[in-house]
């Protein structure tokens, strides 16, 4: 059964951070790419990062710079370092995994998701 746990979501103050877990199992970790999005209430789906082993990390503009992907694939584990947070990064996050083609940053290109971690940023 694949799984992909998110963790370390939680409330911070603006300039604050963060950092997300995602522990995956039930499939071959280095044969997937896994990503994050993010949802805040009232807007779309937003692709946050994404790593692989064959393609590197890839990051959202709004978030180049204050966030950073890593992955301990001893450990099966994908992290996401949020830095200097912002009101406008709160949201659900949920950590995905998939083979994209057209684009990271497409949610349709990943076959499974985990069930979110909130981040609340306040002002």
């Known amino acids: 059964e694949v799984q992909l746990q998110a963790s370390g979501g939680g409330l911070v103050q603006a300039g604050g951070s963060l950092r997300l877990s995602c522990a995956a199992s039930?499939?071959?970790?280095?044969?997937?790419?896994i990503g994050w999005f993010r949802q805040a209430p009232g807007k779309e789906r937003e692709g946050v990062s994404c790593i692989s082993t064959s393609d590197g990390s890839y990051y959202a503009d709004s978030v180049k710079g204050r966030f950073t992907v890593s992955s301990d694939n001893a450990k099966n584990t994908v992290y996401l370092q949020m830095n200097s947070l912002k009101p406008e990064d709160t949201a659900v996050y949920y950590c995905?995994?998939?083979?994209?083609?057209?684009?990271?940053?497409?949610?349709?290109?990943?076959?499974?998701w985990g069930q979110g971690t909130l981040v609340t940023v306040s002002s």
């Open positions: 039930g499939f071959t970790f280095d044969d997937y790419a």
């Open positions: 995905v995994a998939g083979r994209p083609n057209t684009g990271w940053g497409q949610s349709e290109e990943y076959d499974y």
